[in-house]
């Protein structure tokens, strides 16, 4: 691991750990024992680093997105899986999302990412939704208002679970990631043919 990928690391525990507002370059530069001016050759501001470990969550969400586009045969299984990888990967970067709306005020770069990736989500989550409902995961007569709207509400609920976890429930990662992973698959029992809603129940209601 070289310097930057040392200070990109140390920036994201740190993040995490006390928030963005608290963490200072100087900060960063102390716990990794090096000079404040060696971190500024590789990072002039705090700004610079928050861009790029913005631009890694979006990457690796990109992956996860990718792999369950590529899927030609869907399962529930599969529907899982990918809604708890993304809140484990939302969980390793959780300081963005609890301290999100004074990111995106001060960062307008990321302001415009954000905005960018909200409109392309929600087409992949169409393309998902699709493939689910051609695998007689989903039923068939789901209107499209409905669709459209589900889309928002998972949305509102990935980028807002972290602080609710903050605040209100407290549990650690592992706890965190399990609860929060059910919590927004649950939104999709309503979606699930007969069939699957009774494999749902057997194999995750009794897990809550």
């Keep these: 691991m070289n310097t930057k990928e040392k200070i990109l690391y140390k920036a994201l525990e740190l993040f995490n750990e006390k928030g963005y507002n608290a963490v200072t370059t100087r900060h960063i530069a102390a716990e990794l024992g090096i000079s404040a001016g060696n971190l500024h050759y590789h990072f002039k501001h705090s700004e610079d680093i928050l861009t790029i470990l913005f631009t890694e969550l979006t990457l690796k969400m990109d992956e996860i997105m990718n792999v369950m586009k590529k899927m030609e ?5 599969d529907l899982y899986q990918f809604t708890r990888s993304s809140c484990e990967v939302f969980y390793s ?9 004074d990111i995106l005020n001060e960062i307008p ?11 392309s989500r929600k087409e992949e989550f169409q393309q998902i939704f699709s493939g689910f409902q051609k695998n007689n995961i989903f039923k068939k007569d789901i209107p499209g208002f409905l669709m459209q709207s589900f889309t928002e509400q998972i949305f509102i609920i990935a980028d807002n679970w972290l602080t609710h976890n903050r605040l209100i429930l407290k549990l650690d990662k592992e706890a965190a990631v399990r609860h929060y992973t059910l919590l927004q698959m649950n939104l999709f029992y309503p979606l699930l043919n007969e069939k699957q809603q009774k494999l749902y129940e057997q194999q995750y209601i009794g897990d809550q």
């Excluded at 970067?93 to 709306?101: A, G, K």
């Design 93 to 101: 970067y959780r300081f963005i999302f609890i301290n999100f709306v």
């Design 109 to 119: 770069e990321i302001e415009a990412q954000y905005e960018g990736i909200n409109f």
């Design 73 to 77: 045969n869907k399962t529930l299984k």
